[in-house]
């Protein structure tokens, strides 16, 4: 069921259900951090695995309410961007049962800048465990009509609140240890915006081996159809030439001789590229499309989190591009 009606949220949420919930990055799979059994239902809805741990969302109540000692270190920072796109690593408390960490020390908060998502929380005695409303592996959804498709079977209720406004995941910084922060994910809000809040900021982000941040698996965020990463869109498509190929490019795109052309932003505006990405790459991830071609766009400001969700979402062993 899909709708607006935050009592009927908030009821489901009370009696142990899950609900979809939206936010300005991506649409969130939630239920009450505090319930072990609730919390088991998002990982089983997902397919995703225990060892994947889930980000708690709060309302500035629950902030006040429920002791989570920020690390003075991370404090400005927050204040500066919550609600928004960034999650901070902290020590976890006691009071987040393991489940939610899968059994890490550590755990991910985050205050969502959504006025639906806003409005239930504080509503809620209890802050809201949610990963990403997806599918484990596959890409993000930026709708409530991405949630009903294809976890709307298994989800007791979607909170409609219209696009996500953003359209990358938060990112992450870890505080683990307070004097040397931590980038784990790129994501929506910018690394310079996190500088001048945390000055001696480290990137930390291999991918597959690091099990402190499984969102930074290779081969996240991936389409069905095969996907090819590029800077050269034109040597993808002579190399490609007899597949039917849907490109997504960024700024004038040309008018390729593709089966779809899809531009990021017709204007070269970065944050309107990351607002349409993963409904793009839902529109050409269909089956009458071969191939998704996709470019690598500027790499500063959010092209950083672009680029980084585009090579992860790549296929990566080439055989399975030449069976194609
Ligand atoms: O924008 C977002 O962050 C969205 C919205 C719904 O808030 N959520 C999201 O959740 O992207 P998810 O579960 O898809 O990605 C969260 C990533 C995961 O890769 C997870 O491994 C990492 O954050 N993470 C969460 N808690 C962690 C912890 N305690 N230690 C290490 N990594 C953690
Ligand atoms: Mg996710």
Not at 48 to 72: K, Y
Not at 222 to 249: C, H, M
Request: glycine content about 6%.
């Amino acid at each position: 069921m899909t709708g607006t009606d935050l009592d009927e949220a908030r009821r489901f949420l009370e009696a142990g259900k899950l609900v979809a919930i939206p936010t300005e990055t991506v649409y969130g799979l939630a239920a009450n951090a505090l319930d072990e059994k609730a919390v088991l239902r998002i990982f089983q809805a997902k397919n995703r695995p225990h060892f994947d741990p889930l980000i708690v969302h709060v309302s500035n109540r629950q902030l006040d309410e429920f002791d989570f000692h920020i690390p003075v270190e991370a404090r400005e920072l927050a204040a500066h961007h919550w609600p928004g796109p960034l999650t901070l690593l902290i020590q976890k408390p006691d009071f987040i049962p393991d489940i939610v960490c899968s059994g890490l020390n550590m755990v991910g908060l985050r205050m969502p800048d959504h006025p639906l998502t806003l409005a239930l929380l504080e509503q809620l005695p209890f802050p809201l465990a949610a990963p990403s409303a997806n599918p484990f592996k596959y890409v993000s959804p930026t709708t409530a009509s991405h949630v009903e498709d294809q976890l709307g079977s298994r989800v007791d209720y979607i909170l409609d609140g219209g696009p996500s406004t953003v359209g990358l995941e938060s990112t992450i910084v870890s505080f683990e240890d307070p004097d040397n922060p931590k980038v784990l994910r790129l994501g929506g809000l910018p690394l310079d915006a996190i500088r001048e809040f945390a000055a001696n900021l480290e990137l930390d982000l291999q991918s597959g081996s690091n099990p402190s941040a499984p969102g930074q698996m290779e081969q996240h965020y991936a389409t069905r159809t095969p996907l090819v990463f590029t800077d050269d869109i034109e040597s993808a498509l002579d190399e490609y030439a007899d597949k039917r190929i849907a490109v997504i490019g960024f700024q004038e795109l040309e008018n390729y001789p593709a089966a779809l052309n899809m531009d990021l932003s017709p204007r070269g505006d970065l944050r309107e590229a990351a607002k349409n990405l993963f409904r793009m790459l839902r529109e050409a991830d269909r089956p009458d499309i071969d191939l998704i071609v996709a470019v690598r766009v500027p790499n500063h400001g959010l092209g950083m989190a672009i680029n980084d969700r585009l090579s992860r979402a790549r296929t990566h062993v080439s055989n399975d591009l030449q069976d194609l």
